[in-house]
């Protein structure tokens, strides 16, 4: 019963129920624990979460698809049911949608499957994070900036649209605005087709949480992320931002019962 119904759902956007992210290693990542399913789903599972999203909301011009890692990930999503879905969202009238993937999953024969059931407006997004693959390396992204490249270059040449995701004020990061203007700039000359600037925040069970609980991580305040996106709109004015779960940790840090030790 469970397997039928979403993790969540917002207007225009539906988080997938599915097994976890197969890397599950980055250490700000609190997402993995979103995945209470650990075998997979049929096509039939994920159709039914679909048409909860449906029956909630109706039709939309646009669906954010997230599934907590990737949607390319043959382990979170077999590759019939990735089929399947992006049929039936075809057969609804669904005509653009966005999925989320780790580079090594964005490759031609993973894509190309899908864009034979679905002649809508497919965007890609990468979780870039920063352009720094020292950084990169101690976040445990296990990816570089090569495979985000290859990846993107992909995209391109299969006309598809892409989207990156730059985390400012991650763990490690030396200079906040400096890192996140110099990953702007870089995913803007590879030529990613949106922009969406996060702000970090440490998730309760991580190693990021630990590292904030020991003084290690200094978290952005929410005027320095304001500083950021207004140099970042500079560069890419339709950049989309979010400070949604900074926010609310900063009013919940502020609770005794989860203050440092
Ligand atoms: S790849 Fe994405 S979902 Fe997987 S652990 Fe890293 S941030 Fe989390």
Same mark, same amino acid.
Request: hydrophobic share 30%.
């Given at each position: 019963m469970l397997n039928t119904q979403p993790i969540r759902t917002w207007p225009g956007t539906i988080v997938l129920r599915c097994p976890p992210c197969s890397w599950g290693k980055c250490i700000f990542c609190g997402y993995t624990k979103d995945c209470i399913?650990? =075998?997979q789903l049929s096509g039939k599972d994920f159709l039914n979460q679909f048409r909860c999203y449906?029956?909630?909301?109706?039709?939309p011009d646009h669906l954010e698809i997230y599934n907590s890692g990737s949607f390319l %990930? %043959?382990?979170?999503? =077999?590759?019939n049911s990735r089929i399947e879905i992006f049929r039936y969202l075809y057969e609804q009238g669904v005509w653009s949608v966005a999925i989320e993937s780790r580079p090594e999953y964005i490759r031609r024969d993973n894509l190309t499957p899908l864009l034979t059931e679905y002649k809508g407006d497919l965007t890609v997004c990468i979780g870039l994070e920063v352009a720094d693959d020292v950084v990169l390396r101690k976040l445990r992204k296990g990816f570089s900036l090569k495979d985000v490249e290859k990846a993107q270059s992909l995209l391109k040449s299969m006309g598809l649209l892409s989207r990156a995701y730059i985390l400012t004020g991650a763990p490690f990061t030396q200079s906040a605005v400096h890192q996140a203007i110099e990953s702007v700039q870089y995913a803007k000359r590879l030529g990613f087709d949106e922009i969406s600037l996060l702000a970090a925040y440490p998730m309760e069970g991580t190693q990021g949480y630990e590292l904030w609980r020991k003084g290690e991580w200094r978290l952005? %305040?929410?005027k320095e992320f304001n500083n950021i996106v207004i140099a970042a709109r500079q560069i890419m004015p339709g950049i989309d931002v979010s400070c949604f779960g900074l926010r609310e940790f900063l009013k919940k840090s502020r609770e005794p019962n989860i203050k440092r030790r």
């Open positions: 399913v650990e =075998s449906f029956e909630r909301y109706g039709i %990930d %043959d382990k979170q999503i =077999s590759p952005l %305040d929410l």
